[in-house]
């Protein structure tokens, strides 16, 4: 139970704070981009979670089907999440490393 996402009652707080999951997912290689599409499969964090979720990216916009995207939307919130994060920065990560890549040859 520990390492599983909860509301801390003493800290009053989630036990992990969205920027740690952002990390995490990126550390632990949890986003694969699905050849031919602009879909992303965000495999779960070991210990974590178990669900695996999916991030659709419409040009600038990146919509999940996670619980918290889609709560801030019912909410009339702008809808962000962990995975559309952790999804923006792989994005980038890749276009800079293409960028090295075409520098080399
Ligand atoms: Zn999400």
């Not at 139970?1 to 632990?28: C, G, Y």
């Not at 990216?57 to 619980?67: K, T």
Request: proline share 3%; with cysteine; glycine share 4%.
């Amino acid at each position: 139970m520990n390492n599983i996402q909860h509301w801390d009652k003493v800290l009053k707080r989630l036990k992990f704070s969205p920027t740690w999951k952002v990390i995490a997912l990126l550390e632990h290689n949890c986003i694969h981009k699905l050849n031919g599409y602009d879909r992303f499969l965000i495999e779960p964090l070991k210990g974590y979670n178990i669900s695996q979720y999916t991030v659709n990216r419409l040009h600038e916009y990146f919509i999940c089907n996670c619980q918290g995207w889609q709560s801030k939307l019912n909410r009339g919130q702008k809808p962000y999440c962990a995975h559309t994060i952790a999804v923006r920065i792989y994005l980038k990560q890749q276009e800079r490393n293409s960028r090295v890549q075409g520098q080399l040859f």
